[in-house]
């Protein structure tokens, strides 16, 4: 089971993009900026199966939610601990009912339920980061204090030390501002988290570009898979010895959504 973010993937779940991704009326309920180019979205999500599966990954792929074009990213529905999956509450409204679907899935693979987010708490996977004994936690738009308080309590019954931070405009969840590349180093956004934060972990720091510019997967230690527009982030996390795959993503930035948010990591180590 999942234990550091920034350990080795070994076993991931996605979900390719089909119709459901470009099917729908009003992409401002869906906080969609763009209607995504379906031809370019499955091909480029099929070079990211690729390139997990060359590094190691055993790549699940399962079918859309109907009636969901967010279901793509399926970072937001679970997160999976070392005591098994916790059912999350999706914050954005047309997105409820994606938790169901992937718990089916998850439940399918054998892997337990280790707890569940009940209303009013709202929490979405985009908002936690396990690194080893720490969980990061994001107090967004779509994860509310209610949600916070219940994933906290779960997570301390599993011994992690749980540290909250508010996630500032442009990022949608704290994962648009952070990411684990090795089990103690962490990719940052200048400016986004508070003082000491990050006690524990070297930083690698980046000037963000946008709402994805800390948002990388990372493959094993010290290599990741990066959005391709982001070259400055590209060119730090080199320079701080940090191996980097560009990978073209745009379909998917399109859906407001980064790397990490089209997957959903079962096991690393």
């Known amino acids: 089971m999942l234990a550091n973010e920034g350990e080795a993937l070994r076993r991931v ?14 992409p401002r309920e869906h906080n969609i900026a763009e209607r995504a180019d379906l031809h370019r979205a499955r091909a480029q999500h099929a ?20 009636g969901h074009p967010n279901s793509v990213f399926t970072r937001d529905p679970a997160v999976v601990t070392p005591k098994g999956y916790v059912e999350l509450r999706m914050g954005l409204p047309t997105r409820r009912g994606e938790e169901g679907w992937l718990a089916r899935h998850l439940e399918e693979l054998g892997v337990p339920r280790a707890g569940r987010i009940e209303p009013p ?4 996977g985009g908002d936690v980061i396990l690194a080893g004994r720490v969980a990061f936690v994001g107090l967004s738009s779509r994860s509310n204090g209610d949600g916070v308080r219940q994933l906290k309590a779960l997570l301390e019954r599993m011994s992690y030390e749980v540290r909250v931070a508010r996630v500032p405009s442009p990022y949608l969840h704290i994962g648009g501002a952070m990411s684990m590349v ?39 230690p010290n290599e990741v898979i990066a959005e391709a527009s982001q070259r400055r982030v ?12 560009p990978l073209d993503l745009s379909e998917f930035v399109k859906g407001t959504g980064g790397p990490t948010c089209l997957i959903l990591p079962v096991e690393r180590g």
């Open 182 to 220: 090795a089990p103690d180093r962490v990719l940052a956004c200048a400016g986004a988290f508070p003082r000491g934060f990050f006690a524990g972990f070297e930083l690698i720091e980046v000037s963000p570009d946008d709402f994805v510019s800390g948002n990388v997967i990372c493959l094993r």
């Open 234 to 245: 590209m060119e730090r996390l080199s320079g701080a010895g940090v191996e980097v795959h």
């Open 13 to 26: 779940v996605v979900c390719p993009p089909g119709r459901e991704y470009v099917t729908y009326e009003d």
């Open 47 to 66: 070079r990211l199966r690729e390139l997990l599966g060359l590094y190691g990954a055993e790549v699940i792929a399962v079918p859309e939610c109907p």
């Open 121 to 124: 708490g709202t929490l979405e």
